[in-house]
């Protein structure tokens, strides 16, 4: 029966979406973006947030390698307020590009995670730790790892992590009710189906769609796999761009409007989640005025 319900939650989509047959014009929330140190002389902030504005993004979960790319713009306030944008400061763990490969059992890594939530930047406090990754995921069971995942529940701070799908399991089994924004829901490519399995798994799962494989077909229009897992878990993805190099911020308008393509393959309700409403209320911000 669940198979047969899913294949007509996916025929209706497809006919909605076949109605509609226009991409999504509607506010954008960024749940994943960077302004790392190698960005602020090649994209100063007039220009960012120039385009986060052409491309009608609304609001960022901002993630910088090191922290002071996230801290300047949290403190444009003045200029982030012109353009219409919100910024949502997360906790990087990387100071510099060795941080990426050992921080899961770096004690400094959680000092400098303390003295960062301690001080909060000037849009207000931090909301989240990460982006991370760990190129093998038995290092989720890391000593830093495991601290930090239980001080992200205790505190109620959503985390960021590039991970594969074992290693979703190992941070969950430290905090089963953190907040945890999977990076690019599996870059590696783990089946739709196990992707599904995870949701049904982890209730505070959270995909964000940055760089997934499958997601769309060489048209730029949404796979019928993803397009189904989306009417089964409409509140569970949010949009990213991950600017982790520059040539993401020079392609950024590009980027957003690839998103806008597929989101316009899904019915109107669903689409505002993925695009604004999702990450919105992760984070309590009201729709944009």
């Known amino acids: 029966m669940n198979g047969l319900w899913r294949l007509i939650s996916v025929a209706l989509l497809v006919a909605a979406a076949a109605a509609r047959a226009e991409p999504y014009a509607g506010a954008l929330f960024d749940a994943h973006l960077h302004y790392n140190e190698e960005s602020l002389a090649a994209h ?21 390698r090191p ?5 300047t713009l949290a403190a444009a306030r003045t200029q982030t307020a012109a353009a219409g944008v919100t910024v949502v400061p997360f906790v990087r763990l990387y100071r510099n590009r060795a941080d990426y490969s050992g921080w899961f059992a770096d004690e400094t ?9 301690a001080h ?3 849009a207000g406090p931090y909301r989240g730790l990460g982006e991370f990754h760990l190129y093998d995921s038995a290092n989720a069971n890391g000593p830093v790892a495991a601290r930090l995942m239980r001080l992200a529940q205790e505190k ?13 399991d190992l941070l969950f089994a430290h905090a089963p009710k953190v907040r945890l ?9 783990a089946p739709v189906e196990r992707v599904r399995e995870l949701m049904r798994r982890h209730p505070t799962l959270i995909g964000e769609l940055s760089y997934r494989p499958g997601l769309t077909a060489s048209d730029g229009h949404l796979s019928a796999a993803w397009t189904a897992l989306f009417s089964e878990f409409p509140t569970r993805f949010v949009l990213g761009s991950d600017t982790w190099v520059n040539a993401r911020w020079s392609a950024y308008e590009a980027l957003m409007q690839e998103a806008r393509v597929w989101l316009g393959d899904l019915p109107l309700g669903t689409a505002r989640r993925i695009a604004w409403s999702n990450a919105a209320e992760l984070f309590g911000l009201p729709e944009p005025k």
């Open 44 to 64: 100063p902030l007039p220009d960012v947030l120039a385009r986060m504005q052409r491309a009608g993004v609304r609001a960022i979960v901002a993630n910088s």
């Open 156 to 168: 109620n701070l959503a985390v960021l992590a590039h991970v594969d799908d074992t290693a979703i």
């Open 181 to 189: 924004i999977w990076a690019h829901s599996g870059i590696g490519g």
């Open 67 to 71: 922290n002071e790319g996230t801290k």
């Open 109 to 117: 890594i959680y000092s400098m995670v303390l003295n960062e939530l």
């Open 120 to 122: 909060g930047t000037a």
